[in-house]
């Protein structure tokens, strides 16, 4: 207890914290595309498989519906994140010195 209030993080990628989704929600926004869009979450190199399963459960509990509502529709978040490597030039399988 130290008197200072820790940051709660969702979006690492983004800096957002539940007050700041909490804030936006508070401000109007009533889906993940609004949250993106206000917030940038969901919008960093891990592309939400993090933090949009988490931002869809507090804005269902803040609007009381079922998660399944909030979530973009055939929503999966991607099994294993694909390492930043295959997306560099000289990266990934050809090692040609
Ligand atoms: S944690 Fe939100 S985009 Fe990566």
Same mark, same amino acid.
């Given at each position: 207890m130290g008197g200072g209030v820790a940051k709660k993080i969702v979006c690492r990628c983004e800096d957002v914290t539940i007050d700041d989704i909490l804030e936006a929600i508070e401000r109007g926004a009533r889906d993940l595309e609004t949250l993106k869009r206000m917030?940038?979450? !969901?919008? !960093?190199p891990c592309q939400g498989s993090h933090c949009i399963p988490i931002a869809a459960s507090i804005l269902a509990r803040k609007l009381g519906v079922p998660v399944e509502e909030v979530l973009p529709p055939g929503y999966r978040p991607p099994l294993t994140p694909t390492p930043i490597k295959y997306f560099l030039k000289g990266g990934g399988e050809s090692d040609q010195g």
């Open positions: 917030l940038r979450i !969901g919008m !960093g």
